[in-house]
């Protein structure tokens, strides 16, 4: 059983449309890191969330710790939203875990 | 500017010839970590560190090694490389290790290596 399970796997979406990425997890955490790859491959962090709802532009982050679940939110999505988008959770021994992405294709 | 640095970005070898890829954070930071990224299995975690002289294997250790001699390094070295350890590499390193992450926390990767090993 996965310890971080992410879901959709693929999503296809017309740009301007609303995008929710979900992701659960069984272990307890301090923090869930939201990520970002881009085509070329390169990762940038996006969302650090401990507890609430953080918003940058048109993404915003949710967590519920009692449900060990998270959600990514795009608004007015953009062909440039086009990603892979991983959620990470941190183990108890310093190591962390990785939900398996999900890979979002916005069509203009 | 705060950046993980990796090197080579891109690395042809042949099964057994020791190889090291290089990994240097100018961020003072105290978490350093190796991933490998293949498809359908997506990023897992190969060693990490939680401070100099500290090193932890995680979840893909085998055919590994890496040394935490000074704050800033953290080398992954292949000793004897084999096809199945062809993949995509990225360092990382966060300011904490994930067990003391809060919202202000941020790990930084560095720009990925494509290691093919014939």
């Known amino acids: 059983k996965n310890e971080v399970e992410q879901s959709p796997q693929n999503l296809t979406a017309q740009e301007g449309e609303f995008i929710t990425i979900n992701c659960s997890y069984s272990?307890?955490?301090?923090?869930l890191h939201w990520l970002q790859q881009h085509p070329g491959g390169g990762i940038v962090s996006l969302f650090m969330l401990s507890s609430g709802k953080k918003k940058h532009g048109r993404l915003i982050a949710t967590i519920n710790i009692q449900e060990k679940h998270s959600s990514l939110h795009i608004t007015a999505s953009h062909p440039r939203d086009s990603a892979v988008y991983i959620c990470a959770v941190g183990g108890s021994q310093g190591n962390l875990i990785f939900g398996k992405g999900t890979k979002l294709s916005v069509k203009p | 500017e705060a950046q993980v640095t990796q090197n080579p970005r891109y690395l042809i070898t042949v099964t057994g010839k020791k190889l090291t890829v290089t990994c240097s954070q100018n961020?003072?930071?105290?978490?350093m970590s190796w991933y490998r990224q293949d498809p359908g299995l997506g990023l897992r975690q190969i060693y990490y560190s939680m401070n100099v002289e500290v090193t932890d294997k995680g979840d893909v250790p085998e055919g590994y090694k890496v040394s935490r001699k000074e704050k800033r390094n953290f080398p992954l070295i292949l000793e004897s490389p084999s096809p199945n350890q062809t993949s995509l590499y990225f360092c990382?390193?966060?300011?904490?290790?994930?067990?003391?992450?809060?919202?202000?926390?941020?790990?930084?990767f560095g720009p990925g290596t494509r290691l093919l090993v014939l």
């Open positions: 990382a390193s966060s300011l904490r290790r994930p067990q003391f992450w809060g919202p202000q926390e941020t790990q930084y």
């Open positions: 272990v307890g955490i301090s923090a």
């Open positions: 961020m003072n930071h105290e978490y």
